[in-house]
């Protein structure tokens, strides 16, 4: 090798390596002396560079081989398929994105397999979408998401996406003539805050044929339902007809309200048809007066049937001095009225039955119901560094010191509104309150933050951590709320044999109290998912790990006594860490 080939001569051969590349055409058979001399230097150069490579090499791994990477630096492939949740068949052109840095994608194949490489070791959200697909484990969303451990073991992992559903139908008369211009209703059924709520999820109008069309749906629980309707005759070059005669509601199949309507239960690619039967029915004159707000001011007036839908009836009103007319088929309706004086909204509420011709009915405005929120707050820590925790929760939060609390009124009520707190007052002085509160039954979802817990919550003689609400018209209340810091911590496994999506619920054992939700996900039916909680009210418990996050109605404390049995006691201590192991409860559904 000559004097070249040792550390202190790589600089001397430097300038060969530049000589040998640009003079690299040069060394071939037949060049001349000069010529043969520049290559075999160059050569030997070339040598000497491949000798200190393995030289570093071997005294980087004294075997003499190459060192493999530690799994931190290694890059990996995750394989899978994306399914049909129904059928099990593959999806093709499915796009797949893993949650990685960077984020990856992939589509999959006609076979419904994916690849991804160049991932890192990790722990990864992994989602499926594809247009007229859902996700199978998520109500509500459009995409699957499934949790993968990126490593040296990894397996293929399997997406389940629930295909769209189809909900049409046909309106007619007894005469099974086309009832065309109508508007139809669909409604959801859905598990909020652990009660079952119905809410509005689309609407149509039937087209010359009677025909109506809902499609996309995800799975779930729904409502089909058409009318009341009112139509005015318009005549060309003449004032329209007054109405005499107009379109009752009607739920599918053929129900008066939706306390006695049939649920249509979607799963995947299904097709339902949801035909109903109407005939004109006489129409009712109800008229009286808006009464309390400020001419010209805005005042306006709705009308809802007895399930909480809202009516497409002609309102006529007069905005000057309040009175107003509507026509419609018998039934039991809500009236509600609005206006605005000042900043203060007023509002009118009145439940009516038509059954016949109604006048005279009076609606006064009064200054919607709005209740204060005092927050007291109790650092009873003895854990100095828990303390400081919540304390400077409280900084980073807000430097106008707002309370780390919020409260959420859910109605009970068909056609009810919740209501939410929120801030206000000057700076450096917030406040909390709950505004515009309609007269009705409600359920309050208390939730503390930053390490606090509520430990008590009351607003007038109600208890609202075990009784409900009932707010009257013009009847209001302060909410009082206690406020502390010496809260435990719950750390608890979930043992599963599935995959997939779960709820478990901390319910305090004695008493009625609002439930703790704490989601979690078990990617391997083999291992034990983790949930972890803090900032817990010391006291009795009981732990449910439920095997889907929804379909359990928690907040009726009769469902959940049918499931205490497999429950796991659980008693948090102040400032203490708790360990326990649970099991999955099969609850044998995805939704109600």
Not at 145 to 153: E, I, K, Q, T, W
Not at 509 to 519: D, K, N, Q
Request: hydrophobic share 35%; proline share 7%; glycine share 10%.
């Amino acid at each position: 090798m000559g004097r070249g080939c040792v550390p202190g001569g790589y600089r001397a051969f430097r300038p060969m390596l530049f000589r040998y590349s640009s003079a690299a055409h040069s060394c071939s058979p037949g060049s001349g002396p000069l010529r043969v001399s520049s290559c075999l230097r160059a050569l030997t150069a070339w040598a000497c560079l491949a000798f200190l490579a393995s030289s570093f090499a071997l005294a980087q791994d004294g075997t003499g081989g190459a060192a493999p990477p530690a799994e931190s630096d290694q890059k990996f492939t995750v394989t899978g398929t994306v399914v049909n949740a129904a059928t099990d068949e593959p999806i093709p052109r499915a796009l797949v994105n893993m949650q990685s840095s960077p984020q990856r994608s992939a589509f999959t194949d006609s076979n419904g397999s994916f690849s991804i490489d160049g991932v890192p070791a990790g722990r990864f959200p992994v989602h499926a979408q594809k247009p007229g697909y859902f996700g199978s484990q998520e109500s509500g969303s459009v995409r699957s998401v499934v949790m993968v451990d990126v490593g040296a073991n990894s397996g293929s992992i399997t997406i389940k996406l629930a295909a769209e559903n189809i909900i049409f139908g046909r309106l007619t008369d007894a005469n099974g003539q086309p009832i065309e211009s109508v508007g139809v209703r669909l409604t959801s059924r859905i598990l909020r805050n652990g009660i079952w709520h119905t809410e509005s999820r689309s609407s149509a109008m039937t087209d010359e044929d009677g025909e109506y069309r809902f499609p996309n749906l995800q799975p779930g629980t729904y409502y089909v339902s058409a009318g009341p309707d009112v139509q005015r005759r318009e005549e060309l070059f003449a004032a329209p007809e007054i109405p005499r005669t107009g379109w009752p509601g009607v739920y599918f199949p053929q129900a008066p309200d939706l306390a006695s309507a049939a649920p249509i239960q979607l799963k995947s690619s299904q097709k339902v048809e949801a035909d109903m039967v109407m005939n004109r029915v006489p129409l009712r004159t109800v008229s009286g007066m808006v009464t309390g707000f400020i001419p010209d001011s805005g005042v306006s007036l709705q009308v809802q049937n007895s399930s909480g839908d809202f009516v497409n009836a002609e309102v006529r009103l007069q905005h000057d001095t309040g009175a107003f007319e509507i026509r419609l088929p018998a039934g039991n309706y809500r009236l509600k009225a609005f206006s605005q004086v000042g900043a203060q909204q007023m509002r009118a509420d009145a439940r009516i039955t038509v059954d016949k011709d109604l006048a005279q009915l009076q609606l006064p405005l009064q200054p919607a119901v709005s209740m204060p929120i005092h927050v007291r707050m109790e650092d009873r820590s003895s854990d100095t560094a828990q303390s400081a925790r919540s304390r400077a929760y409280l900084s980073a939060r807000d430097a106008n010191n707002a309370p780390p609390v919020s409260v959420h009124l859910v109605s009970t009520e068909m056609g009810g509104s919740d209501v939410y707190s929120v801030n206000g007052g000057a700076q450096g002085n917030r406040t909390l309150s709950l505004r515009a509160v309609e007269p009705g039954r409600y359920k309050a979802d208390i939730a503390a933050y930053g390490g606090w817990y509520v430990e008590s919550a009351q607003c007038g003689n109600t208890n609202l951590l075990t009784e409900d609400l009932v707010v009257g018209a013009g009847n209001s209340c302060t909410v009082e709320l206690s406020l502390r810091n010496d809260g435990g911590t719950l750390s608890a496994k979930v043992n599963s044999a599935t995959t997939g999506s779960g709820m478990a619920l901390l319910v305090p054992a004695r008493g009625r109290g609002t439930p703790r939700t704490l989601p979690f996900y078990t990617s391997d039916g083999s291992k034990a998912a983790h949930i972890g909680a803090s900032g817990i009210a010391p006291g009795e418990y009981l732990l449910y790990a439920f095997d889907t996050p929804e379909g359990v109605e928690y907040g009726d404390p009769e469902v959940l006594r049918s499931y205490a049995s497999q429950a796991t006691p659980v008693t948090i201590s102040p400032g203490q860490t708790t360990e326990v192991t649970t099991q999955i409860i099969e609850t044998g559904t995805d939704s109600e």
